[in-house]
Each structure stands twice: as structure tokens, then as C-alpha cells.
């Protein structure tokens, strides 16, 4: 079993910049790739970037060039910067953890981020 915990969602402004974190804890040797994922009212959720072991990394089209994904192995964390931030992503963001073996997705609680106009 896999644990996310994601932080730093919040209210910002248009333009404004915010910085989500997630740690995972437990079988974390398994994780083959992490990455977020966003879910709007009454929309599906959908991937908004994901980085994997080997260190490649893919992002939506409507986030290349604001958002940037990394991850700090040694505190078992992936961090997602968002900048330029528009209304339109405005969503729950949401942390994925995928294990190699059994392909099993973990998510975290989820993480609000409103972005005013």
C-alpha cells in the first residue's frame, strides 16, 4: 500500500502562482510513476502531468510552459509549480502514484485550487 498526502492548493489570482506538494509513504519502492491529476465540477478527471522512474516527464497541452513537475527522491515527494494560472484551472488537483508490478493507482485526498479572474 501507497499514502499520498498532497498540500498547497489555495485561492490565487489570475497570473498569481502556486506550488502543490505531495509525499508518499509506505510501499513507495513499488512507485514506477507519480503525477497530478485535476478534476473540475462536472468534468472527468484528467491527467495534468506525470513524471516516471527514468526521469521523463509529459504534460497536458493546456499546462506546457506554466506547470513543471519534479520530484525529490530523498523525501519521497513530487511537487507541481503552476504559474501564469488561469480560471480555467480551477479543479481539485489530485496525486497519482502507480505501482510498477501490479499496476495498482494510489490518489491522494485531493488538494483544492481556485484561480480568480
Given amino acids: 500500500q501507497v499514502q499520498l498526502v498532497e498540500s498547497g492548493g489555495g485561492l490565487v489570482q489570475a497570473g498569481g502562482s502556486l ?3 505531495c509525499v508518499a ?3 513507495i519502492f513499488s512507485i514506477n510513476a507519480m503525477g497530478w491529476f485535476r478534476q473540475a465540477p462536472g468534468k472527468q478527471r484528467e491527467l495534468v502531468a506525470a513524471c516516471r522512474s527514468g526521469g521523463t516527464t509529459n504534460y497536458r497541452d493546456s499546462v506546457k510552459g506554466r506547470f513543471t513537475i519534479s520530484r525529490d527522491n ?3 515527494t513530487v511537487y507541481l509549480q503552476m504559474n501564469s494560472l488561469k480560471p480555467e484551472d480551477t479543479a481539485v488537483y489530485f496525486c497519482n502514484a502507480r505501482d510498477g508490478g501490479t499496476e495498482s493507482d494510489y490518489w491522494g485526498q485531493g488538494t483544492q485550487v481556485t484561480v480568480s479572474s
Fill in 19 to 21: 506550488r502543490l506538494s
Fill in 25 to 27: 509513504s509506505g510501499n
Fill in 74 to 76: 530523498a523525501k519521497n
